[in-house]
């Protein structure tokens, strides 16, 4: 059964840091990664979609990276804003026919100012 | 205009009450998914759908059920809504985006049992 980790759970950086954020997985077997952003309350919107086949996809200042040999996604976000401030989810697809995406917890992400 | 829609968005009701989630969506997707998110617990899945006649149990499924009026619409149903059902649900649907297969969620409803 796959297991996604995401670590830190929280994380407070002053404005303007560089910052990644890791997502772990235990089945490399995947078809593929996807990050969301969630704002308190509000939906999961998707920031990233990395194909297995991928090694990274980057908008704007985001930058998502693959690894599936070591299980390892990063999401590098750049000159971090208040704006940013957020929790970041990582949702893992495995191959086969199953279509039930594994969630991590998220990490929450506090940039002040 | 949103892609995927939630009514209501708030809802405070009592226990023992019927409550009825519903869920719209614009994408074409076959595939929808109900979820529930609680602090500390992150997303857990209730019921998915892969087509109009195609119903599953997600983890969590105990207390709910669902109806897949159509391809666009899938409902989520608590028969006798109970306290611990206090939580946020979010309906979903995965298909084809820009970036290949990926899932798109609703903007959620917060369900509060008294």
């Known amino acids: 059964k796959q297991e996604v980790t995401q670590i830190p759970a929280a994380l407070s950086v002053p404005e303007g840091e560089n910052l990644v954020l890791n997502c772990s997985f235990t089945d490399s077997a995947i078809y593929n990664l996807q990050w969301f952003r969630q704002d308190p309350g509000k939906g999961l919107t998707s920031l990233l979609l990395?194909?297995?086949?991928?090694r990274e996809q980057t908008s704007g200042r985001l930058n998502a990276s693959l690894d599936k040999s070591s299980g390892r996604s990063t999401l590098y976000i750049a000159a971090s804003q208040p704006g940013d401030s957020a929790t970041y989810l990582c949702?893992?697809?495995?191959?086969?026919?199953?279509?039930?995406?594994?969630f991590g917890r998220g990490t929450s992400l506090i940039v002040h100012p | 205009d949103a892609d995927v829609t939630q009514t209501p968005r708030n809802r405070i009701t009592k226990t023992g009450k019927r409550i009825m989630l519903e869920c719209s969506q614009t994408k074409g997707h076959d595939r929808m998914y109900w979820y529930r998110q609680d602090p500390g617990l992150g997303l857990r899945l209730i019921y998915y759908?892969?087509?109009?006649?195609?119903?599953n149990k997600g983890e969590i499924s105990d207390g709910y059920s669902v109806s897949r009026q159509a391809q666009a619409k899938f409902s989520l149903s608590l028969e006798s809504a109970i306290p611990n059902q206090t939580a946020l649900y979010f309906c979903?649907?995965?298909?084809?985006?820009?970036?290949?297969?990926?899932?798109?969620f609703g903007p959620g409803t917060r369900l509060t049992v008294l």
């Open positions: 949702a893992v697809k495995g191959t086969g026919g199953s279509y039930i995406p594994t």
């Open positions: 759908s892969f087509d109009v006649k195609d119903i």
């Open positions: 990395i194909q297995s086949s991928q």
């Open positions: 979903a649907t995965r298909g084809p985006g820009l970036g290949g297969d990926e899932q798109f």
